[in-house]
């Protein structure tokens, strides 16, 4: 009787296969030609493949009572393909070095600053609301591109999953709002607004910047580049420092 | 052929970061030191732009499928989420608005609010 039920469960249980590379695949491919063919560009950034297609999935896994363990053991091959894609980020780093090395100081001295503000402001914010430790964690990498946030977050002793879900939600935020923000603030300078942009809302936010100017998005680019090797550098090292000297 | 010597390049770059950071120790996550290797190389004219390119492009075209697995993981922190949504919302408002407005202003103050080019 026992083994009849668990034979019975385990077939109601379907394989989880197909949804997992096979399905990333086609869902993203299909969401970005249809993001790429969209003009507009605030419809451009509520549209934005990469956040709907992870709402997507988890919207199905949840909903179907899917177990994400099982999930996550059949991509297994896509998250081991991450590390050699982000040891693949140096070449846009190195393209983006030559573009601007006569400002190469002050957008480095700036892009800095924006990181260690990302930083110290989440901190200051989970030490307010009292937040755990490994939700603090999860929250000090976020002003960067999702890839370097997941593995900076992890190395952390954050949930990553949730820093790359947070890193999208702020890029969406920034390419919704940011341009409004800036006029706000009286700022009008293109290279102002695209390495602000770049720093603080990375791909999504630089997507949004190339729509508002070239040059815009040239400096947001740079930036985004950028902001992914200092985090690096940065953020390992302010993290326990911060954690020592305020808890 | 071109395939092969990007593709190894970069594996290379990776295995001796992990190689690395196994004999120093530490957290720093080796794909990150990799990255900078790599940089290195490239700007030091060691490995040329050439050599990187043909697995490097159509790999950065495709990144996003690589952490979706992985971005899909938040569902299994729903209940801690919901019990600090209040925090979360805050982060994700307060950490971009202060980073655009210190970023923006700082060059700003040297180069000046309006478009000079």
């Known amino acids: 009787m026992t083994n009849f039920t668990f034979s019975a469960i385990s077939e109601l249980q379907p394989n989880l296969w197909w949804l997992s590379i096979p399905f990333i695949i086609v869902l993203f491919l299909a969401l970005r030609a249809v993001n790429q063919s969209i003009k507009n560009s605030v419809l451009k ?27 996550a053991s059949h ?12 040891v693949a980020l140096a070449l846009p780093l190195y393209q983006q070095f030559t573009h601007v090395r006569k400002n190469l100081l002050l957008i480095v001295a700036t892009c800095s600053l924006g990181i260690v503000n990302a930083t110290v402001v989440a901190f200051l914010l989970s030490i307010l609301f009292n937040a755990p430790a490994q939700l603090s964690a999860s929250v000090a990498a976020l002003s960067v591109t999702t890839p370097i946030s997941l593995i900076v977050t992890d190395s952390l002793g954050g949930i990553s999953s949730l820093a790359a879900a947070l890193v999208i939600f702020i890029g969406l935020l920034g390419a919704l709002f940011g341009f409004m923000l800036f ?49 690096a550098i940065i953020v390992p090292l302010l993290y326990p420092f911060l954690v020592n000297i305020l808890l | 052929m071109k395939y092969l010597l990007s593709s190894a390049i970069i594996l290379l770059c990776l295995a001796l970061a992990k190689l690395i950071m196994h004999f120093i120790g530490g957290s720093f996550p080796a794909p990150l030191l990799a990255m900078v290797i790599l940089l290195a190389l490239l700007l030091s004219g060691i490995v040329k732009e050439q050599h990187v390119k043909p697995c490097a492009s159509p790999i950065l075209n495709i990144m996003p499928i690589f952490f979706i697995p992985a971005g899909v ?22 950490v971009p608005i202060t980073t655009l407005l210190l970023v923006s202003s700082v060059i700003a103050y040297f180069k000046g609010r309006e478009n000079n080019d």
């Open chain 1, 183 to 231: 006029k706000l603030a009286n700022i009008f300078n293109h290279e102002s607004q695209g390495v602000a942009m770049g720093t603080a809302c990375h791909a999504i936010g630089t997507a949004a910047a190339i729509a508002e100017h070239p040059k815009v998005g040239a400096y947001s680019s740079v930036a985004m580049a950028l902001s992914a090797l200092l985090t």
């Open chain 2, 73 to 94: 993981g938040f569902i299994e922190h729903l209940g801690l989420i919901k019990s600090h949504w209040a925090f979360l919302a805050s982060v994700v408002v307060l």
């Open chain 1, 75 to 86: 991509s297994k091959l896509l998250s081991w393909l991450l590390e050699p894609a982000i």
């Open chain 1, 45 to 71: 950034s509520l549209t934005n493949h990469v956040f709907l297609s992870i709402s997507i999935i988890a919207l199905l896994l949840v909903n179907l009572n899917l177990p994400y363990t099982q999930f």
